[in-house]
């Protein structure tokens, strides 16, 4: 395991711990509260539990080299990871909307909405560091995993701002059904996080090709590193995880060496290697009768 790997595999083992402190404070204010939408963030941080579990272990798989079987790596495991979250976010929406609905039908005053509502901002608090922190080193590692994570604790944080606002209210209002329409409105707003997990997770298992602006990098990585080659054409990516997979063709005088189209070959991966951390390169090369209408010239050969 690569020191990179090391360090992700750190960072979540110390997000299951820290969600199993934020679930304890968020209980314990329901517990003191009665409050069925403080009741629903508690809910929503069982899901950071069991997320942060299956990161760990996607993680663990990911590191692993490559194998007979598996010649290309483990990278995606990680997406089956935050796929798993993204259900296990709508599952605990379905649980919220059932526990409001009963307040709704039989809404009841809420406890202690001080001691309750700062317990809930000091939950919080330690969710907003903690996924600044994961996304920072989850966009420096390239990991699905850990950045599913940070975007589920974000969403984790807006949710608990507005309840924190809503219990307020009711406490200070006494409206008492806002306490369930509070519940309801969590459920919808995790629903749609868990809708986007989902949706990315499934595009990175489809092989979905990089984003317009790293493929545009990507060519301009490969024209300007390929003298003595004439084009470039059928430039392919994808990502895997952590690795962008890069493949195209190359084409060079059809009397040029082997070793002069290898050394073109290797300045061009090793720019692409240097501009996209974690890039796999293949390079296919083919004589001058290869050329394409649409494909990228390189410069004179």
Same mark, same amino acid.
């Given at each position: 395991?690569?020191?990179?790997?090391?360090?992700?595999?750190?960072?979540?083992?110390?997000?299951?711990? !820290?969600?199993?402190?934020?679930?304890?404070?968020?209980?314990?204010?329901?517990?003191?509260?009665?409050?069925?939408?403080?009741?629903?963030?508690?809910?929503?941080?069982?899901?950071?539990?069991?997320?942060?579990?299956?990161? /760990?272990?996607?993680?663990?798989? &990911?590191?692993?080299?490559?194998?007979?079987?598996?010649?290309?790596?483990?990278?995606?495991?990680?997406?089956?990871?935050?796929?798993?979250?993204?259900?296990?976010?709508?599952?605990?929406?379905?649980?919220?909307?059932?526990?409001?609905?009963?307040?709704?039908?039989?809404?009841?005053?809420?406890?202690?909405?001080?001691?309750? #509502?700062?317990?809930?901002?000091?939950?919080?608090?330690?969710?907003?560091?903690?996924?600044?922190?994961?996304?920072?080193?989850?966009?420096?590692?390239?990991?699905?995993?850990?950045?599913?994570?940070?975007?589920?604790?974000?969403?984790?944080?807006?949710?608990?701002?507005?309840?924190?606002?809503?219990?307020?209210?009711?406490?200070?209002?006494?409206? !008492?059904?806002?306490?369930? #329409?509070?519940?309801?409105?969590?459920?919808?707003?995790?629903?749609?996080?868990?809708?986007?997990?989902?949706?990315?997770?499934?595009?990175?298992?489809?092989?979905?090709?990089?984003?317009?602006?790293?493929?545009?990098?990507?060519?301009? /990585?490969?024209?300007?590193?390929?003298?003595?080659?004439?084009?470039?054409?059928?430039?392919?990516?994808?990502?895997?995880?952590?690795?962008?997979?890069?493949?195209?063709?190359?084409?060079?005088?059809?009397?040029? &060496?082997?070793?002069? &189209?290898?050394?073109?070959?290797?300045?061009?991966?090793?720019?692409?290697?240097?501009?996209?951390?974690?890039?796999?390169?293949?390079?296919?090369?083919?004589?001058?009768?290869?050329?394409?209408?649409?494909?990228?010239?390189?410069?004179?050969?």
């Amino acid at each position: 395991m690569t020191g990179s790997a090391k360090g992700t595999v750190r960072l979540a083992r110390a997000s299951i711990v !820290l969600a199993c402190l934020v679930f304890a404070l968020k209980y314990l204010a329901y517990w003191l509260t009665g409050s069925v939408a403080l009741l629903s963030d508690a809910l929503e941080s069982i899901v950071n539990i069991a997320a942060a579990a299956g990161a /760990l272990l996607a993680l663990h798989i &990911s590191a692993k080299p490559a194998d007979d079987n598996h010649p290309f790596g483990h990278s995606k495991a990680e997406y089956f990871s935050a796929v798993l979250e993204g259900v296990l976010i709508v599952v605990a929406a379905l649980a919220i909307v059932r526990a409001a609905y009963g307040g709704l039908i039989d809404p009841e005053p809420i406890d202690a909405p001080v001691e309750g #509502l700062a317990i809930t901002a000091l939950a919080s608090l330690i969710n907003a560091g903690w996924a600044f922190l994961l996304f920072k080193e989850g966009r420096k590692a390239r990991s699905p995993a850990l950045l599913a994570d940070a975007r589920h604790l974000m969403s984790d944080v807006v949710t608990s701002a507005g309840v924190f606002a809503g219990v307020g209210l009711v406490a200070l209002t006494g409206w !008492l059904v806002l306490d369930p #329409l509070l519940a309801i409105a969590v459920a919808i707003n995790i629903l749609w996080s868990g809708w986007r997990l989902i949706r990315e997770s499934v595009a990175g298992l489809m092989d979905e090709a990089v984003a317009p602006e790293l493929l545009e990098e990507i060519t301009r /990585l490969i024209t300007d590193n390929a003298e003595g080659a004439i084009q470039a054409h059928d430039v392919r990516t994808r990502h895997a995880g952590p690795k962008t997979f890069v493949v195209f063709h190359l084409v060079v005088d059809g009397e040029m &060496s082997v070793a002069t &189209s290898h050394a073109i070959c290797d300045r061009i991966e090793a720019a692409i290697k240097r501009g996209v951390p974690g890039a796999i390169v293949t390079i296919h090369v083919e004589p001058e009768t290869k050329i394409k209408q649409d494909g990228v010239p390189v410069g004179p050969a």
